[in-house]
């Protein structure tokens, strides 16, 4: 498989220029970056959130945890919890099960960004695939998430 044709056409409408970044199969966001010999706190990890409203698209550093305490607070959605990823394959039909593509605007999905991912040089992202990234510029993907909320969502483990 190669870069999804939803994320394709999204970055296409969009006029974002990006690079496909070939990688050996991996089966983490973390080892993607490892694998692609890219920094992990470069790559943006989607997980997948929902409750009795519908679901929730958050985007945080492949380096880090997210914090659901900061999304209840921020969402005032205290019943969220993460999808399993045999529960949004219909939502991601053009991906593999576990490669989501951090861009829920281009699957019509409520998506939250973490602060930690603005003012990048250079994003990488699932392209929908377990062997290739999307490297693009991140002023292109601040102006993609330009219509989502951008907040904290990971902590600092101690």
Known sequence: MT?????????TDHSVQYRVIPHEHSATNRE???????????????IM?????????????ASSSLDMRAVHEETGRNHLEMMDES??????????????PPLGPAYGITTLVDSG???????????GDHESLIAMDGRDFDQLMSGSRHCNLTRDWI
């Not at 870069?3 to 970055?11: F, G, N, R, W």
């Not at 993607?32 to 989607?46: C, G, I, L, Y």
């Not at 959130?49 to 550093?61: A, F, H, Q, S």
């Open 87 to 100: 529960e949004f394959q219909q939502h991601f039909s053009d991906c593999e099960v576990g490669a989501l």
């Open 3 to 11: 870069i999804a044709t939803t994320v394709s056409q999204y970055l």
């Open 32 to 46: 993607s970056a490892h694998k692609a010999n890219v920094r992990e706190d470069r790559v943006a990890k989607a």
């Open 117 to 127: 991912l603005d003012d990048r040089d250079t994003l990488y992202l699932e392209s």
């Open 49 to 61: 959130l929902k409750d009795e409203r519908g679901m929730v698209m958050t985007i945080i550093p």
